[in-house]
């Protein structure tokens, strides 16, 4: 805290700055009750908050702040869920509605299962945020480059047991000397590997 401290005081001298550090979920670590850094002449001081001692009633005076209220003090953290989504259904922007939404699904996955907010939570809501759709387009993205890995790494392979050299299989698949190495070594663990010996059936008459 003190170095982002001193980092935004040499880009913005004038300004006047607050720091909160945050904690979302139970901890029992002294840590979390620590507000000051001392090192030497150096004393810094910041603000801290565990949302699990925040009385429930604040998160849900804000849009803003409803995606938290699960975190928050309260007794019944479903029925906290159940309360805030019937918040969420009064909002009357569409967009805000949405990403309050998703944002809400998100941090309550903290402290409840998927399918209880999937339950209390309108996925067609959720479909038209931003946040939504941007974790939709990152999966889709890590499933794609996931795939031409997969691919390229079988083209090296094969490209092996068809006795190519190593240079060659790198400069084709874009792979580096290291990668492939690394493909070879596996290749050759796994052709050691004994299979397991089969069991003779015999039938009885």
Known sequence: MADY??????????????QVVIYLTPSQSPLVYENTFNLRELNHQFNVIRLWEQPTEIF???????????????NNTEETLRQVARQIENITDKQV??????????????????????????SEIMKESVIYQEILLEGKAEGIAEGKIKERNQIAINMM??????????Q???????QVQKLQLLQTKQSQIPNAPKVKRSSKT
């Open 161 to 170: 047991r068809s006795n190519i050299s190593i240079d060659l299989v790198a």
């Open 172 to 178: 084709f698949t874009g792979l580096t000397l290291k």
């Open 97 to 122: 509605q949405s990403n309050v939404a998703a944002s809400t699904a998100i941090m309550s996955g903290i402290a409840l299962n998927k399918e209880i907010i999937q339950r209390l939570l309108r």
């Open 60 to 74: 849900q005076k804000y849009s803003g702040l409803l995606p938290f209220a699960t975190l928050s003090q309260t």
């Open 5 to 18: 401290r001193l980092r935004l005081y040499r880009k913005f001298p004038k300004k006047e700055i607050h």
